[in-house]
């Protein structure tokens, strides 16, 4: 069980704990798990993936801050890097909820996207 | 004389419970309606809460707390709702009377038919903790901080040390985190974290920050700026274990010691108050104690889930929309809901029978296999229950028909199993 990991699978609130290791090419997962909450805990295990949720910089505009999110999750080991990226992010209004602020967000297929309207 | 109108609805505040009321109140035909609203946009803590998670019973979508709101604020903007901004409502009267003051329009006066109470919560302050030490700057409850980076862009600090493991402690201790800052520690005085597994797995164990389970500030040092708190593990009466204190270096203290519905105005209208969930007692339309007054969300009682605020916000429009087209609510018989030790609050504490009746509950401490009991012929087995999940328990109308109508009371008991 060489590079076990003890996970908490967050699927739903019940909160199950499993250990998930490699075994001959094969991702094996011992717990009381749900289906759900194996294919969850198996990518868990493989790249662990985050929505990022942060803010950028609003220019000439009253709001100081607009809130950004990537449509999707990204890897989690690339999260620093993408706040390193974030904070040389500056934009103006008119801004609406949905627009695409970086298309494929560091490489990762993923957009960054505002979560809010900034009108003026 | 001020000038006084009338209105069929007020609902104050424009946050996920005032605007989902809005937009249900204006579905239902009622179009002189208003909605009051202190801050400058509408939204209200939502705005801040710029994580994903929310949304997904409403919507079935991972939506960040501005999109979520902003769904409802279309839909307010698209019914052509009247949301009157920089407005603070000043004083409700048991008549409904309501007064408002803003700089645009100065005093108002406003005969209301129902009034919606939609304020929300607010944090518990350090004064209300008593921990000894210094008063330096550097104290900041997690709300504050929390809108202090996603609103003004301004960090707290450097060094932190959270006191406290509610929702919102765990989301800013990976929001400092991400944003450079150093969190040293989260202290949690209970034996078990008060917040959603996802938010330990997600914000703590993520970012490899130690929760502190057992543990509590017992001292915060520093003269114009904190320096340092020292952290004390405590027994299970929360009584600090001697030689068990460690001194932590730290330039900011985050406070996530829970939420209190903020129920000044309502209490001037004569509002009586559960002191059990801190909001208003209600019948199964969320009417108060006061006729014609209604509650929903967080001022009613802290929820953990946004979706659960914008149904009551729904169901408050619907009482209010009943009331003034004069139908009374189920005063005729009503049921007391008594809930025995193991629940920790309910909502409704009182109702008619007369419909399908969604009741709201904690248990007060963590269960394993457990059951709930509504009634002689209602129950519902759970897995495990804690107090951080609020549960949600659908009755339906036939339950309450089967009772007869000399029930005046509603047992609603919780037993391991």
Redesign the interface.
């Given at each position: 069980m060489k590079g076990a990991k003890d996970l908490i699978c967050i699927t739903c609130p019940k909160g199950c704990h499993a250990r998930v290791w490699m075994e001959d090419g094969n991702v094996i997962i011992k717990g009381e798990v749900c289906k759900r909450g194996k294919e969850y805990l198996k990518q868990e295990f493989l790249e662990p993936k985050r929505i990022l949720t942060s803010t950028v910089v609003v220019e000439q505009s009253r709001s100081k801050r607009l809130p950004v999110r990537t449509r999707t999750g990204i890897p989690k080991r690339e999260i620093f890097r993408a706040m390193d990226e974030l904070s040389k992010v500056k934009v103006q209004p008119p801004i609406k909820i949905g627009d695409v602020i970086i298309p494929n967000f560091l490489g990762t297929g993923v957009d960054l996207l505002a979560s809010d309207d900034i009108r003026d | 004389m001020l000038k006084r109108s009338k209105l069929d609805i007020a609902i104050i505040g424009s946050g996920p419970a005032g605007l989902a009321a809005a937009v249900e109140a204006d579905r239902r035909g009622v179009k002189n309606l208003v909605v009051f609203e202190r801050d400058e946009l509408p939204g209200g803590i939502l705005?801040q809460c710029?994580?994903?998670g929310f949304g997904l019973e409403k919507f079935k979508e991972?939506l960040?707390g501005?999109?979520y709101a902003?769904r409802y604020i279309k839909m307010a903007e698209s019914a052509g709702i009247d949301i009157e901004l920089n407005t603070t409502v000043l004083e409700i009267e048991k008549d409904r009377t309501l007064t408002s003051v803003s700089e645009h329009s100065g005093l108002r006066k406003y005969e209301c038919k129902s009034i919606i109470l939609a304020m929300g919560c607010r944090e518990r302050p350090r004064g209300a903790l008593g921990i000894p030490g210094t008063r330096p700057a550097g104290i900041f409850t997690a709300g504050h901080a929390q809108r202090l980076?996603?609103?003004?862009?301004y960090m707290p600090g450097e060094k932190v040390v959270i006191l406290g493991s509610g929702d919102i402690g765990l989301i800013m201790a990976r929001r400092l985190t991400?944003?450079?800052a150093e969190v040293v520690a989260v202290a949690e005085i209970l034996p078990y974290s008060s917040g959603?597994?996802?938010n330990?797995?997600?914000c703590l164990?993520?970012y490899e920050i130690p929760l502190l389970l057992s543990h509590t500030v017992a001292e915060i040092h520093g003269d114009k700026r904190v320096e340092g708190v020292t952290l004390v593990k405590v027994d299970t009466d929360w009584n600090p274990i001697k030689r068990t204190e460690q001194y932590v270096e730290c330039d900011t203290l985050l406070l996530s010691v829970g939420l209190i519905p903020e129920n000044e105005l309502s209490k001037q209208a004569g509002v009586l108050i559960d002191p059990k969930t801190g909001g208003p007692y209600v019948n199964d339309c969320l009417e108060t104690s006061v006729e014609g007054i209604f509650s929903c969300g967080n001022v009613l009682h802290v929820n953990d889930l946004v979706d659960n605020v914008s149904n009551e916000g729904e169901l408050a429009a619907t009482g209010a929309y009943e009331r003034i087209k004069g139908k009374t609510l189920g005063r005729e018989r009503i049921m007391e809901v008594e809930a025995d030790e193991g629940v920790g609050q309910v909502v409704p504490q009182k109702i008619s029978g007369d419909r399908e009746t969604i009741f709201y509950l904690r248990v007060k401490k963590p269960m394993g296999k457990m059951v709930l009991r509504v009634g002689e012929n209602f129950e519902k087995k759970f897995?495990?229950a804690r107090p951080s999940?609020m549960i949600r328990l659908k009755i339906p109308k036939k339950i309450f028909s089967q009772m007869g109508s000399s029930v005046s009371k509603l047992q609603i008991r919780c037993e391991e199993r």
């Amino acid at each position: 069980m060489k590079g076990a990991k003890d996970l908490i699978c967050i699927t739903c609130p019940k909160g199950c704990h499993a250990r998930v290791w490699m075994e001959d090419g094969n991702v094996i997962i011992k717990g009381e798990v749900c289906k759900r909450g194996k294919e969850y805990l198996k990518q868990e295990f493989l790249e662990p993936k985050r929505i990022l949720t942060s803010t950028v910089v609003v220019e000439q505009s009253r709001s100081k801050r607009l809130p950004v999110r990537t449509r999707t999750g990204i890897p989690k080991r690339e999260i620093f890097r993408a706040m390193d990226e974030l904070s040389k992010v500056k934009v103006q209004p008119p801004i609406k909820i949905g627009d695409v602020i970086i298309p494929n967000f560091l490489g990762t297929g993923v957009d960054l996207l505002a979560s809010d309207d900034i009108r003026d | 004389m001020l000038k006084r109108s009338k209105l069929d609805i007020a609902i104050i505040g424009s946050g996920p419970a005032g605007l989902a009321a809005a937009v249900e109140a204006d579905r239902r035909g009622v179009k002189n309606l208003v909605v009051f609203e202190r801050d400058e946009l509408p939204g209200g803590i939502l705005r801040q809460c710029i994580h994903n998670g929310f949304g997904l019973e409403k919507f079935k979508e991972e939506l960040t707390g501005p999109e979520y709101a902003n769904r409802y604020i279309k839909m307010a903007e698209s019914a052509g709702i009247d949301i009157e901004l920089n407005t603070t409502v000043l004083e409700i009267e048991k008549d409904r009377t309501l007064t408002s003051v803003s700089e645009h329009s100065g005093l108002r006066k406003y005969e209301c038919k129902s009034i919606i109470l939609a304020m929300g919560c607010r944090e518990r302050p350090r004064g209300a903790l008593g921990i000894p030490g210094t008063r330096p700057a550097g104290i900041f409850t997690a709300g504050h901080a929390q809108r202090l980076i996603n609103i003004e862009g301004y960090m707290p600090g450097e060094k932190v040390v959270i006191l406290g493991s509610g929702d919102i402690g765990l989301i800013m201790a990976r929001r400092l985190t991400l944003e450079g800052a150093e969190v040293v520690a989260v202290a949690e005085i209970l034996p078990y974290s008060s917040g959603l597994i996802r938010n330990v797995v997600q914000c703590l164990n993520d970012y490899e920050i130690p929760l502190l389970l057992s543990h509590t500030v017992a001292e915060i040092h520093g003269d114009k700026r904190v320096e340092g708190v020292t952290l004390v593990k405590v027994d299970t009466d929360w009584n600090p274990i001697k030689r068990t204190e460690q001194y932590v270096e730290c330039d900011t203290l985050l406070l996530s010691v829970g939420l209190i519905p903020e129920n000044e105005l309502s209490k001037q209208a004569g509002v009586l108050i559960d002191p059990k969930t801190g909001g208003p007692y209600v019948n199964d339309c969320l009417e108060t104690s006061v006729e014609g007054i209604f509650s929903c969300g967080n001022v009613l009682h802290v929820n953990d889930l946004v979706d659960n605020v914008s149904n009551e916000g729904e169901l408050a429009a619907t009482g209010a929309y009943e009331r003034i087209k004069g139908k009374t609510l189920g005063r005729e018989r009503i049921m007391e809901v008594e809930a025995d030790e193991g629940v920790g609050q309910v909502v409704p504490q009182k109702i008619s029978g007369d419909r399908e009746t969604i009741f709201y509950l904690r248990v007060k401490k963590p269960m394993g296999k457990m059951v709930l009991r509504v009634g002689e012929n209602f129950e519902k087995k759970f897995s495990y229950a804690r107090p951080s999940e609020m549960i949600r328990l659908k009755i339906p109308k036939k339950i309450f028909s089967q009772m007869g109508s000399s029930v005046s009371k509603l047992q609603i008991r919780c037993e391991e199993r």
